[in-house]
Each structure stands twice: as C-alpha cells, then as structure tokens.
C-alpha cells in the first residue's frame, strides 16, 4: 500500500506549479523557500520593479474558499518580519513590495491573488 504523500511533498508540488504559472505570466524568480529564524518565504520574485513575497497554499479541496482566510493574521506578520529580513539582506529596503497568495488545487488549478494583504505601518520599517 503506498503511503500518503507528506506535507512537505504536497506544498514542493503545489510550489513548483506555483513557479511555473508566475514564470509563465512574467515573473522572476528570485528565491524559493528562503527562511530565517522567524520562518520561511515560500517564494520571491520580481516583476515589473516590485519584490513580490508569494506564500502557497495547497488547496485539498476543489473549492479554494476565501482567499482572506488562506493566511492568517498571525502567518501574515510572521512573513512580512521575514520579507524585511530579506529586502535588508539584499540591500533592497527602498524597493516596492508586494505580499500574493497562490493557491493549488488537487487539479492543478492555480488561483493567484495578488496584493493578498498589506503591512500595517507599524510593521513595516
């Protein structure tokens, strides 16, 4: 009997179709599952001047919901601290940025929202 694929598989499936739509509507891919002490980006890309921090979702069902929903205030946060990690590292901190939310369905259909959420100003240095 095989065994049921980990989550870690299912999210590197849903990721590397994720890519494949971004690069085919023009993005460049910067860097995949970039992590630090705070948490992990599962994608980075750039596309027309903007950094755009994508975080993937792999949808177990066919109905992908409420977008507002697929990420949470809390994992929010947690990616924005990370995206200034990132954009400090980089020396990219006067770049405009921009937080998506791709999400794969067990079909392989892709639903991409971008500018998902925003930084509170508190957030954002």
């Avoid at 990132?86 to 937080?99: A, E, G, H, K, M």
């Avoid at 794969?104 to 998902?116: G, K, L, M, Q, T």
Wanted: charged residues 30%.
């Amino acid at each position: 009997m095989a065994s049921p694929r980990s989550t870690r598989e299912k999210g590197g499936s849903g990721e590397k179709i994720a890519r494949k739509h971004l690069r085919a509507k023009g993005y460049r891919i910067l860097d995949v599952n970039y992590r630090t002490r705070i948490g992990e980006i599962d994608i980075i890309a750039a596309y027309s001047g903007i950094v755009v921090f994508i975080e993937v979702k792999m949808s177990t069902g066919e109905v992908f919901g409420d977008p507002l929903s697929w990420v949470p205030p809390w994992k929010q946060r947690r990616i924005i601290r990370v995206s200034q990690e990132y954009l400090i590292r980089n020396r990219l901190n006067d770049s405009q940025v921009r937080y998506d939310v791709v999400a794969v369905d067990p079909a392989r259909r892709v639903c991409h929202v971008e500018d998902a959420f925003r930084p509170l100003d508190e957030f954002f240095m």
